[in-house]
């Protein structure tokens, strides 16, 4: 990775609904490769899009929604049809990196009732992989959020929910023995909104002049590094100790609610992908981040989910951020349905 900071976009899968307004999946490909993006997340195996990604050389992970999970978890069959019709497909012309099981599956949430099926789910998909020669190019992993840390102050102290580890243990056990990264879901901007009190708007802008929290020997500017080593740490006490993290979705809204400004937005962005090129105190070295998300979406609810877009629906930047190779390489991830957009739905 050397100095190479590894940026991706989430693209969004609605880019062709009716009354969404976003450009087609060409026009979106061609964005990402003007912009010299280098990988792209999909929330589903979208067709269109990847039809698109042929042959364009960016990095893609595909992932498999959380109303598939039950059905992959059940039975080999529909693994292997699974398999062979968004992956095996589009390999290699498509250069597909991860397949991401799930999105914020967990015990403490709505999705309760998929927590038995991810694991069952992620085993499939490893095993047909390995049968079609695939174990070693493509990982299997999945996504969780912040929710499932019960302790993240300080730092080092961080550990994940008690009424979780029954939940998050057997992932990070096969994330490790599979080599495979757990991807994380860290957004500064809602941590911030709902305890302004305590967190402070340059800790979370990475604007803050002086260190706010000492832990040990370690030092802490803003709360995105703080956040991150936390989960190392949980990870550390769950026997994943050699478990990478990738940061599967962050961004800031431009409007919509409190605190959520264009300037805000400009300035947690242009820091948050200059310290994913440097690491945290725990962990130096560059972080695998999606940005969330390509472009602004009018359909999207309540309010402030219509405004975390890179770029406005008719493909101008709402941010001056370099995307250039020669420094930086960023992921913008999109949704995706049966249509296609940035972080995350195309």
Request: proline share 6%.
């Amino acid at each position: 990775m050397a100095a190479i900071v590894i940026l991706g976009l989430l693209l969004a899968s609605n880019i062709d609904i009716a009354g969404n307004n976003l450009p087609n999946h060409w026009e979106v490909i061609q964005l990402y490769r003007s912009r010299n993006i280098g990988r792209l997340r999909l929330y589903d195996p979208n067709h269109g899009a990847l039809q698109a990604l042929r042959g364009s050389n960016i990095e893609v992970m595909v992932g498999l929604p959380n109303s598939d999970v039950k059905h992959i978890a059940s039975g080999m069959e529909h693994v292997k049809w699974s398999v062979q019709k968004n992956v095996k497909d589009f390999w290699p012309d498509v250069k597909i990196k991860y397949i991401a099981v799930g999105n914020e599956i967990s015990p403490v949430t709505g999705t309760t009732y998929l927590t038995s099926f991810i694991i069952p789910a992620m085993v499939n998909i490893y095993r047909v992989f390995g049968e079609a020669g695939l174990g070693n190019d493509i990982k299997v992993l999945t996504s969780v959020d912040m929710t499932l840390i019960g302790n993240s102050y300080p730092p080092s102290q961080g550990s994940f929910r008690n009424d979780a580890r029954w939940f998050i243990d057997p992932i990070v056990g096969f994330l490790r023995d599979t080599c495979a990264p757990l991807l994380v879901n860290i957004y500064l901007y809602f941590s911030y909104s709902g305890n302004p009190g305590q967190i402070s708007l340059p800790y979370a802008l990475f604007t803050a002049p002086n260190v706010v929290v000492q832990d040990g020997s370690r030092q802490y500017r803003n709360l995105f590094y703080a956040m991150l080593d936390s989960v190392y740490a949980a990870m550390d006490q769950s026997g994943g100790g050699s478990v990478g993290i990738v940061v599967s979705e962050s961004g800031w809204p431009s409007a919509g609610a409190f605190r959520a400004t264009t300037d805000n937005g400009a300035t947690y962005l242009r820091n948050l992908i200059q310290h994913a090129k440097v690491g945290s105190p725990r962990k130096p070295g560059p972080i695998e981040t999606y940005i969330f998300s390509m472009f602004d979406e009018n359909n999207k609810n309540p309010e402030l989910e219509k405004h975390f877009g890179l770029f406005s629906p008719n493909k101008q930047p709402k941010y001056n951020l370099n995307f250039g190779v020669s420094d930086s390489s960023w992921d913008i991830s999109a949704e995706t349905n049966a249509t296609a957009s940035l972080i995350s739905e195309m």
